[in-house]
Nanobody
Framework: QVQLVESGGGLVQAGGSLRLSCAAS????????MGWFRQAPGKEREFVAA????????DYADSVKGRFTISRDNAKNTVYLQMNSLKPDDTAVYFC??????????????????WGQGTQVTVSS
């Protein structure tokens, strides 16, 4: 069992930065691939970024490439999402997720094992 708790969301002006954190419980965190998703009001949930358990593979949605960076610290059981050059379109609730299968992360998220409760990110213009 893995429990995920996100933090770091908030209100920021366009062009600003935020760093989201996702702290995981459980001793098997390092064996899970981790990812971030987001859901804006009235829109479907969408994939944002993923990193494999070893850190050797990373993927991003086209909309965030070059602006967002996902990282993980297995010693701290934490995954991060550094978000730079934020835009109003980035406004959403951001969720972290964990799964044993990497390909399930780089998808619509319908088959993932574990989810956090979400943290709100609001970018003002």
């Amino acid at each position: 069992q893995v429990q995920l708790v996100e933090s770091g969301g908030g209100l920021v002006q366009a062009g600003g930065s935020l760093r989201l954190s996702c702290a995981a419980s459980g001793r098997t965190f390092s064996s899970y691939h981790m990812g971030w998703f987001r859901q804006a009001p009235g829109k479907e949930r969408e994939f944002v970024a993923a990193k494999s358990w070893s850190g050797g593979r990373t993927d991003y949605a086209d909309s965030v490439k070059g602006r967002f960076t996902i990282s993980r610290d297995n010693a701290k059981n934490t995954v991060y999402l550094q978000m730079n050059s934020l835009k109003p379109d980035d406004t959403a609730v951001y969720f972290c997720a964990a799964d044993r299968y990497y390909n399930d992360l780089v998808s619509d998220g319908s088959r993932l094992d574990y989810w956090g409760q979400g943290t709100q990110v609001t970018v003002s213009s």
